[in-house]
């Protein structure tokens, strides 16, 4: 079987866009968004299971197959324009060079998500894992005007478009960002950037945790508007003590004033990071996530920090631990059979905190799912999205898990 | 529509909020565009989320239409109902539920109106941006509905960014609850997917939004200019420089002309070609330190004046003009067509060139007045309905812009949403399969299509996909 779908996607995109992966599984990569759409259309009509994977950094590469679907040969930078903040990107392209191109073009986008600087925009879009940054700019959502969609089916859904602002038709964009690759593999994203930073500081304090997300409180009650405000573990952050990050960007003027203003505050003690230091910092936080092999995380609101990570250490363990201090969103990255990891997500439902499985092996994805049970009316809903954009069920997503039907 | 539906929703509500006479639905033919006009059947007013629910589960069982509307000051047809349909009013669900000032959240239903939202939680220090011109008649219901914008979402986003949780009532009449208080959602982003589906999907009878600090500091900004080309340049530089402030707006030539002639003059210069509006807010050095360097951009642009402010009444002073164009601009005819596009920043000043070149062509009076910052654009001719000649030539020119704006990379609606009145338009932009999809989207909240019919997707233009089968609910 394995042999005819080879051979069957080397007829359909040529020797160069498919290849066997680490597992002797055919893997495709299509080059562009209408090749994709063609294998998905093919997989579609022969009735075979696909694994939906980026650079293979992010999920691991486990979910039962007949082949691998990979964006990796999908890596171009479309276009960028300065004047208009926005960027077009294929999905494969790995996050670190679209920050080298837009940097070159003094633009940025502020996203600084978990995992290896060679991720995949598409994954980061995928799985809507927004980092530290989402404090001051938002969650994965705000960042993306636009995407292309190759459906289970094999359809090219162009939904949103290139302008900071529009209202025209559905936002499928919101179906898709966060979706995980259920309603569709994506093949293209349109990104709102911002001007790259004339300044970039971040401040680092160090204690116990219920005295920085006091801190942190006091940080949002004088109104500071920092683009960080993240609680880190010991073992996140490589350091002795949980660590609180903050971080201004902006004009110079403007940095300077709000970190004038931090030191007064908030009772407690900040350093600010040497400049050469700031970006290496980042990174280990990024790369740390990807420390164990499960990373969960869970909505909670800013006053629930404590309560809910108290409730991580005693259901699992401290692990490592990024925490959102002002906006309340927890991640969690550590080692956990799928029995503790059933009892989490039973113990946060009963607090009405949703938990997102965002990685994990295949046998716990299948089980619990990215995010278990639904609230009221929204199966039936879901269902049905994913019979519209994935009718032969091909697309080997688990969104639901096995516990939950 | 017939007698027995009549009684039915007359025991769900109470006869006195069943309209059907003529001249009770009249006051629903329109919304606030004054280029579509359609009766609804019957108009139903509940009062409460069982009596959506018991209207829209009898409007299922007998496949009957209906049109969801607020307070009917949307700008693009959206809330109109044919005569075999149902309007359900919504404006008698006007209760602020819950305020949570340590949250920053408030759950509110349908019928509040927006301005009022922000006004009882003004003693919080805390406010609700989307601020759309119509604030204070439009509805939070209808907001979500239309994912309305406004001046102050240039740094805060609009509506779909202030919306954390819905409970909905679906069109067979069962509930569904979207999204959470933290705003992380229980699973797809479905609240993302409800707002600006311009009622296609169900009827929002409980909206958790997202509350603002008011900021330490405001500052405005006036400044004029010779050319709309300096003052986009303007534009382009300031947020070029990473300042995004919290509004960015300009008035053309005609738009303050409108204004300074009427009782909403604010000292606006009747000579310059383009006024710019800038605020910044936010705590008070940064504020300071960003309007030296605001400052320093619009001279550097050609500024031929900037008048700064920074107390509460002034900058209402600054505001006024902007604020009240709308109002200004009906002193110039019986009609105001509000249109509304997006371009990408940078071709600002080509297309406000065009959209004087169509002016000229068909020989309109075209006023702008616009989000400048988000390239978001408001052509809006002055006219009078009464004149078929005229409204002939309105409609022409509204396409013709229209067309200019998708031919730069734009998009047929930043704020108003698409109703009935963009429906031909949207071919333009959306290939046949993702009109398709958009279409089946919707047949996954509403199977039947009975909500808001005939609005938003062009079925004709759908490539056909297959009815949705779920086979994993």
């Given at each position: ?7 069957r996607?080397?007829?359909?995109l ?5 290849e066997?992966d680490?597992?002797g ?5 299509p080059?562009s968004?209408?090749a994709l ?7 579609h ?10 650079r293979?950094?992010w999920?691991?590469s486990?979910?039962p197959?007949d082949l691998?679907?990979s ?5 171009e ?5 300065p ?5 077009t ?12 191109r ?5 633009m940025?986008?502020?996203?600084d998500?978990?995992?290896?600087p ?18 001051g700019f ?9 995407c ?8 090219l859904?162009n ?5 900071v ?6 936002d ?8 995980f ?5 994506i093949?293209e994203v349109h ?15 160090r204690?116990a945790r ?5 801190g ?5 009650a004088?109104?500071?508007l ?17 660590v ?5 960007v ?15 505050s908030?009772d407690?003690?900040?350093q600010q990071?040497?400049a050469?230091?700031?970006a290496?910092?980042w990174?280990?936080?990024a790369?740390?996530?990807?420390g164990g092999?499960?990373?969960l995380?869970?909505?909670v609101?800013s006053d ?13 363990d401290?692990?490592?631990?990024s925490?959102?201090?002002?906006q309340?969103?927890?991640r ?11 009892g989490?997500?039973?113990a946060?439902?009963?607090?009405e ?13 299948r089980?619990l799912?990215h ?16 019979g ?10 688990a969104?639901e898990?096995?516990d939950?039907? | 529509?017939?007698?027995s ?11 006195q ?5 003529r ?10 565009l ?14 409460n ?6 209207i ?15 307070a ?5 047809g959206?809330?109109?109902?044919d005569?075999d349909?149902?309007l ?15 949250h920053r959240?408030?759950v ?5 109106v ?9 003693p919080l ?5 989307p ?7 439009c509805?939070?219901g ?9 001046p102050?979402c240039?740094k ?14 679906l069109?067979?009449?069962s509930t ?6 933290q705003?992380e ?12 589906s ?10 958790t939004?997202r509350?603002?600090?008011?900021p330490?500091?405001?500052r405005?900004?006036?400044?004029d ?11 382009s530089?300031i947020?070029a420089?990473?300042i ?7 008035m053309?030539r005609a ?12 000292g ?22 960003e ?8 001279r550097?642009?050609?500024a ?18 902007r604020k009240k164009?709308?109002?200004?601009m009906?002193r ?5 067509a ?11 000043p080509?297309?406000?060139d ?8 068909y ?10 910052g988000?390239g978001?654009?408001?052509p ?10 005229v409204?002939?030539?309105v409609?022409a020119?509204c ?12 998009s047929?609606t930043?704020?108003h949403?698409?109703g ?20 089946a989207?919707?047949r ?13 997707v ?16």
């Open positions: 079987m394995s042999d005819v779908i080879f051979g996607l080397r007829a359909l040529g020797t160069t866009g498919v066997r680490s597992q599984l055919p893997r495709a990569a080059d968004p209408d759409s063609l294998v998905c259309r093919l997989a009509e022969e009735g075979w299971k696909i694994r939906v994977e980026g293979a950094t999920l691991p486990d979910a197959a691998v679907v964006t990796r040969g999908m890596e930078v479309v276009s960028v324009s004047a208009d903040l926005v960027a990107v294929q999905a494969g392209a790995p996050l670190e060079v679209l920050r080298r837009l940097a070159d073009n003094g940025w986008l502020a996203l998500p978990p995992g290896r060679e991720r995949s925009i598409g994954s980061v879009v995928a799985t809507a894992t927004a980092g530290p940054l989402r404090h938002g969650p994965v959502r705000d960042h993306v005007l636009g292309s969609v190759a459906t289970g089916d094999g359809r859904v939904a949103g478009g290139r302008v602002k529009n209202v025209a038709g559905y499928l964009t919101k179906l898709q960002v966060g979706g690759g259920g309603f569709g593999i093949a990104l709102r950037l911002r001007a790259l930073p004339r300044a970039d500081v971040t401040l680092l304090a204690g219920d005295a920085l997300t006091s942190a409180r006091d940080v949002v004088a109104d500071l920092p683009a960080t405000l993240e609680l880190l573990s010991p073992a996140l952050a490589a350091e002795p003590d949980w609180l990050a903050t971080r201004f902006g004009t110079e003027t403007a940095v300077q004033a709000d970190v004038r203003r931090l030191s007064s908030a407690l003690s900040w990071l040497p050469d230091r700031t290496a910092f990174s280990t936080v790369r740390g996530t990807l092999p499960v990373t995380r869970l909505g609101l629930g920090l404590d309560e809910a990570i108290d409730l991580l250490a005693h259901d699992l401290e692990g490592l631990v925490a959102g201090a002002g309340g969103m927890i969690w990255t550590g080692d956990a059979p799928l029995e503790r990891l059933r989490l997500r039973r946060a439902a009963s607090r905190i949703p938990m997102t499985l965002e990685r994990a092996p295949w046998v716990i994805r089980a799912g995010f278990g049970a639904y609230r009221e009316g929204v199966g039936k809903i879901v269902g049905r999205l994913r519209t954009f994935d009718p032969g069920q091909c697309l080997n997503v969104l898990g096995a939950n039907g | 529509m017939n007698q539906l009549l009684a039915s929703l007359s025991r769900i509500v109470g006869r909020w069943v309209r059907h006479r001249a009770e639905l009249a006051t629903y033919a329109m919304d606030g004054p280029t579509h006009e359609s009766t609804p059947g019957v108009v139903v007013m509940p009062s989320p069982e009596q959506v629910r018991e829209v589960r009898l409007l299922h069982l007998v496949g009957v239409p209906f049109v969801a509307r607020g009917g000051t949307g700008l693009s959206g809330a109109l109902a005569s349909a149902v359900i009013g919504l404006t008698r669900m006007n209760r602020i539920l819950e305020v949570d000032p340590v959240r408030a509110v239903q349908p019928g509040v927006n301005a009022r939202l922000s006004d009882a939680v003004l220090g805390l406010y609700y941006v601020d759309p011109s119509s604030q204070a008649a509805t939070v209808g907001n979500v509905a239309e994912n309305a914008g406004g102050h240039l805060y986003g609009v509506t779909t960014n202030h919306i954390v949780a819905l409970e909905v009532v069109p067979d009449g569904a609850r979207l999204g959470s208080d705003g959602p229980w699973g797809p982003d479905l609240v993302g997917l409800f707002v600006g311009e009622g296609m999907f169900g009827i929002a009878t409980q909206i939004v509350l603002e600090r008011i330490e500091s405001v405005t900004m006036l400044a200019f010779s050319t709309v080309r300096a003052a986009s340049e303007a534009v530089a947020i420089a990473g995004v402030p919290a509004a960015l707006e300009m053309d738009c303050v002309a409108a204004v300074e002639a009427s009782i909403y003059a604010a606006y210069p009747t000579d310059a070609a383009a006024v710019l509006l800038v605020e910044l807010d936010g705590q008070t050095d940064a504020v300071e330190a309007a030296g360097v605001v400052l320093q951009i619009l550097g642009c050609g031929r004046d900037v008048r700064s402010a920074s107390t509460p009444d002034d900058r209402a002073r600054l505001w006024q003009g164009a709308f109002g200004a009906g110039i005819a019986p009609d105001l509000v249109q509304d596009a997006v371009v990408p920043r940078s071709v600002l080509a297309i406000m065009q959209i004087e070149g169509i002016r000229r062509h020989d309109l009076t075209i006023s702008n007045v616009f989000h400048a988000d978001n654009l408001h809006n001719i002055s006219f009078d309905r009464r004149d078929p000649a409204a002939a030539r409609r020119a396409r013709d812009i229209m067309a200019a704006c998708v031919a730069v990379g734009g047929i930043g704020e949403g698409v009935n009145d963009k429906l031909d338009y949207m071919p333009w932009i959306f290939d046949s399969e993702t009109l398709a999809a958009m279409r989207v919707r996954a909240f509403d199977p039947a299509e009975l909500a808001n019919p005939g609005k938003v062009p079925v004709h233009a759908c490539r056909e996909w297959t009815a949705v089968r779920s086979t994993r609910q």
